[in-house]
């Protein structure tokens, strides 16, 4: 393991709590009820993509199937407090016959704003993307939407409020969507549309593993990944759901570049939305508001000219520096988290994001060493390289020998892939994240595997838990868009077995620990021959409307901060914003002054210095950090704590967000 000594601070020691009164083993019993928390939430996306299958009490009886496309934002209510409408875009931006190509519904949801468009406190939307590629939006802002609209809506930070003009309060709209081909919208991507076929297919696919090291193993891993790409590219026979345009493949339609031309046509149609808006609020009011003229101007469709307000995560961040370079002149305000090396993702290299994620395995055992054993049940007395030593002896022993367990009377066995899947996906969000691994590893040490046996079970529903009218599988959205974005010349090194192995070779360079779980990521690009009819492949930077902001932890297991760096540079008058914490995004450790400077930004378009430090609000293991000195800050500090803890909620064995 690399021992690199992480960048993260903590003010204060461990605050008591009831937690910390808790003994090791009875850590054990949380664990293993927070990994069965994880079964619903998990299922929701992995086996039922499409949000109309949510329970009746969640939909509240909307289905998307019910509103009609529009080439207008024509909103319908939807899930209780939300704004849902269906885009009508063309498939091919590019063809030159008008009407000729077919169409693609977006899906979007709106939070929408406290305040109506004719009030002056009204700042516009905001688009949000969670990363992926092929990330749910609906989901995003169904399940994070509440803390997020706390977060951005302001008023301005002062010592003293009764200077401060009503107007200077701005609030929003929270927009996002499902992008081409991933789940609510349609036509839908998929490569195994029948359920029972895709869930036997990843139930093959943990019985094997990804211990590459084992020749049969690394063999057997390297044709599934060729095969399940070749399927995902196959619009003929059972995978006709791909066939559009006469018989093109949906892949040619689904790239970045066109997702950029679809968020285009969003702000464009809020702009007219929000015309037609205002006019009719001025139309009923029965008091003629005296600044009609202010208004309308205030609220015009600026045709042609609409800019974009934007805040993506992960690869929402390559999505956002796409846009920033294609539209420069179009950025009023964007925040970009968890930072793609554009350049690395557009060549389909994949061989900048392992760079500090055993950094935090080591900054793990650093935590539960100063936690103490009743807050981290993996503690040792003797230091932080006793327990990465532990940690290491329980890798190798799973690895020769499987373990046996148990979880509601079914039989398993826990395996060395299992292990490092469920210590990637908590290193995602080490928050929430150390003390469950800490526990999972307590148990291994004793040969015990309840916890893992439980989360193993709930990436493999039964048959009697799919969806009965499931009419399509989205999942293979993901393995569309990042190899038909990709350089097609670029695969050489996975185009066989001796290439991927030199691939795999240079991945164990950054992570000996990790590294096989990576390689996964792009192997079905091997198999997907489908190229995108538009793609973008750089150059990435200009000089946009506004500067943007990119944040980033001290340390992230998938996008590590010098590709936030890197960003700086392509885009002059950007700042980095770093939050000396652990995770994948800075969103999952938060800092509330690091917060606090994201919605000024967004309230007042100041720009805050370039290369800022934050500490983080909380740490791992209950580390304090930050002091909340008001009432404001303190619902700042619970809006991102909230929101650290849907992003991992909706970790799910790290199979679908890079």
């Given at each position: 393991?690399?021992?690199?000594?992480?960048?993260?601070?903590?003010?204060?020691?461990?605050?008591?709590?009831?937690?910390?009164?808790?003994?090791?083993?009875?850590?054990?019993?949380?664990?293993?009820?927070?990994?069965?928390?994880?079964?619903?939430?998990?299922?929701?996306?992995?086996?039922?993509?499409?949000?109309?299958?949510?329970?009746?009490?969640?939909?509240?009886?909307?289905?998307?199937?019910?509103?009609?496309?529009?080439?207008?934002?024509?909103?319908?209510?939807?899930?209780?407090?939300?704004?849902?409408?269906?885009?009508?875009?063309?498939?091919?931006?590019?063809?030159?016959?008008?009407?000729?190509?077919?169409?693609?519904?977006?899906?979007?949801?709106?939070?929408?704003?406290?305040?109506?468009?004719?009030?002056?406190?009204?700042?516009?939307?905001?688009?949000?993307?969670?990363?992926?590629?092929?990330?749910?939006?609906?989901?995003?802002?169904?399940?994070?939407?509440?803390?997020?609209?706390?977060?951005?809506?302001?008023?301005?930070?002062?010592?003293?409020?009764?200077?401060?003009?009503?107007?200077?309060?701005?609030?929003?709209?929270?927009?996002?969507?499902?992008?081409?081909?991933?789940?609510?919208?349609?036509?839908?991507?998929?490569?195994?549309?029948?359920?029972?076929?895709?869930?036997?297919?990843?139930?093959?696919?943990?019985?094997?593993?990804?211990?590459?090291?084992?020749?049969?193993?690394?063999?057997?891993?390297?044709?599934?990944?060729?095969?399940?790409?070749?399927?995902?590219?196959?619009?003929?026979?059972?995978?006709?759901?791909?066939?559009?345009?006469?018989?093109?493949?949906?892949?040619?339609?689904?790239?970045?570049?066109?997702?950029?031309?679809?968020?285009?046509?969003?702000?464009?149609?809020?702009?007219?939305?929000?015309?037609?808006?205002?006019?009719?609020?001025?139309?009923?009011?029965?008091?003629?508001?005296?600044?009609?003229?202010?208004?309308?101007?205030?609220?015009?469709?600026?045709?042609?000219?609409?800019?974009?307000?934007?805040?993506?995560?992960?690869?929402?961040?390559?999505?956002?520096?796409?846009?920033?370079?294609?539209?420069?002149?179009?950025?009023?305000?964007?925040?970009?988290?968890?930072?793609?090396?554009?350049?690395?993702?557009?060549?389909?290299?994949?061989?900048?994001?392992?760079?500090?994620?055993?950094?935090?395995?080591?900054?793990?055992?650093?935590?539960?060493?100063?936690?103490?054993?009743?807050?981290?049940?993996?503690?040792?007395?003797?230091?932080?390289?006793?327990?990465?030593?532990?940690?290491?002896?329980?890798?190798?022993?799973?690895?020769?020998?499987?373990?046996?367990?148990?979880?509601?009377?079914?039989?398993t066995t826990i395996t060395h892939s299992d292990v490092i899947l469920f210590l990637f996906s908590l290193w995602y969000t080490p928050l929430y994240g150390f003390p469950l691994a800490a526990s999972a590893i307590h148990q291994l040490t004793t040969r015990n595997g309840t916890a893992l046996a439980a989360l193993k079970a709930?990436?493999?529903?039964?048959?009697?838990?799919?969806?009965?009218?499931?009419?399509?599988?989205?999942?293979?959205?993901?393995?569309?868009?990042?190899?038909?974005?990709?350089?097609?010349?670029?695969?050489?090194?996975?185009?066989?077995?001796?290439?991927?192995?030199?691939?795999?070779?240079?991945?164990?360079?950054?992570?000996?620990?990790?590294?096989?779980?990576?390689?996964?990521?792009?192997?079905?690009?091997?198999?997907?021959?489908?190229?995108?009819?538009?793609?973008?492949?750089?150059?990435?930077?200009?000089?946009?409307?506004?500067?943007?902001?990119?944040?980033?932890?001290?340390?992230?297991?998938?996008?590590?901060?010098?590709?936030?760096?890197?960003?700086?540079?392509?885009?002059?008058?950007?700042?980095?914003?770093?939050?000396?914490?652990?995770?994948?995004?800075?969103?999952?450790?938060?800092?509330?002054?690091?917060?606090?400077?994201?919605?000024?930004?967004?309230?007042?378009?100041?720009?805050?210095?370039?290369?800022?430090?934050?500490?983080?609000?909380?740490?791992?293991?209950?580390?304090?950090?930050?002091?909340?000195?008001?009432?404001?800050?303190?619902?700042?500090?619970?809006?991102?704590?909230?929101?650290?803890?849907?992003?991992?909620?909706?970790?799910?064995?790290?199979?679908?967000?890079?």
């Amino acid at each position: 393991m690399t021992e690199k000594e992480p960048s993260v601070v903590y003010k204060n020691k461990p605050r008591p709590s009831l937690y910390a009164q808790r003994k090791p083993a009875v850590l054990i019993i949380i664990a293993f009820v927070t990994v069965i928390s994880l079964q619903w939430l998990w299922q929701l996306q992995q086996h039922t993509e499409v949000l109309t299958d949510l329970p009746h009490d969640v939909k509240k009886g909307f289905r998307w199937e019910d509103i009609t496309p529009s080439t207008s934002l024509e909103y319908h209510a939807c899930f209780t407090d939300f704004q849902c409408a269906r885009l009508e875009v063309p498939l091919d931006w590019n063809e030159t016959v008008a009407g000729e190509s077919d169409k693609v519904a977006i899906a979007i949801i709106k939070r929408p704003a406290k305040v109506e468009v004719t009030d002056p406190r009204y700042a516009g939307v905001i688009l949000l993307n969670p990363g992926g590629p092929g990330g749910s939006g609906v989901s995003l802002l169904l399940t994070s939407g509440s803390y997020l609209q706390v977060l951005l809506d302001s008023a301005p930070q002062s010592s003293d409020h009764q200077d401060i003009e009503a107007e200077d309060e701005k609030y929003f709209d929270l927009l996002s969507w499902d992008p081409r081909g991933v789940n609510n919208t349609t036509p839908g991507h998929g490569c195994i549309p029948d359920p029972v076929a895709q869930r036997n297919w990843q139930s093959q696919n943990m019985a094997i593993g990804f211990s590459l090291e084992d020749e049969d193993v690394f063999r057997n891993v390297y044709s599934r990944g060729r095969l399940l790409g070749q399927t995902c590219a196959n619009a003929d026979g059972a995978n006709a759901i791909n066939r559009v345009n006469g018989g093109e493949h949906l892949g040619q339609y689904m790239s970045t570049a066109n997702v950029v031309r679809d968020m285009v046509e969003i702000i464009e149609r809020h702009g007219e939305w929000r015309e037609n808006k205002a006019k009719a609020l001025i139309s009923r009011s029965c008091n003629r508001p005296k600044d009609v003229g202010a208004i309308l101007e205030r609220t015009a469709w600026q045709k042609g000219e609409e800019q974009l307000q934007y805040w993506g995560f992960s690869y929402g961040t390559l999505l956002g520096q796409t846009f920033a370079s294609m539209q420069p002149h179009r950025v009023r305000r964007m925040v970009l988290d968890g930072v793609v090396d554009g350049a690395d993702y557009a060549a389909n290299g994949w061989l900048k994001n392992l760079l500090d994620i055993d950094s935090i395995t080591t900054a793990f055992a650093a935590a539960c060493f100063r936690a103490g054993p009743i807050l981290c049940a993996a503690h040792d007395v003797r230091g932080p390289p006793a327990i990465l030593s532990t940690l290491s002896a329980v890798l190798s022993d799973v690895r020769t020998n499987p373990l046996p367990a148990f979880h509601a009377n079914i039989p398993t066995t826990i395996t060395h892939s299992d292990v490092i899947l469920f210590l990637f996906s908590l290193w995602y969000t080490p928050l929430y994240g150390f003390p469950l691994a800490a526990s999972a590893i307590h148990q291994l040490t004793t040969r015990n595997g309840t916890a893992l046996a439980a989360l193993k079970a709930s990436f493999t529903p039964g048959i009697c838990d799919l969806p009965a009218a499931r009419e399509r599988d989205t999942s293979g959205a993901q393995i569309a868009i990042l190899c038909s974005d990709g350089d097609g010349h670029a695969r050489g090194d996975i185009s066989s077995q001796a290439a991927f192995h030199t691939y795999v070779t240079a991945l164990r360079a950054q992570s000996p620990m990790f590294h096989e779980r990576w390689a996964q990521v792009r192997l079905p690009c091997a198999g997907f021959d489908v190229r995108a009819k538009w793609r973008f492949d750089g150059p990435y930077g200009a000089r946009t409307a506004h500067p943007i902001v990119f944040t980033s932890q001290s340390l992230d297991p998938v996008t590590p901060l010098p590709n936030a760096v890197q960003g700086t540079r392509l885009f002059p008058g950007s700042v980095l914003l770093e939050t000396r914490g652990l995770g994948h995004c800075a969103v999952s450790m938060p800092s509330v002054e690091g917060l606090l400077a994201v919605r000024e930004y967004f309230r007042s378009g100041v720009v805050p210095l370039n290369g800022t430090r934050y500490e983080v609000f909380e740490g791992p293991f209950g580390e304090r950090g930050e002091v909340v000195r008001t009432e404001a800050e303190r619902r700042v500090a619970d809006a991102g704590v909230g929101l650290a803890r849907t992003f991992f909620e909706e970790v799910r064995g790290g199979l679908w967000r890079f």
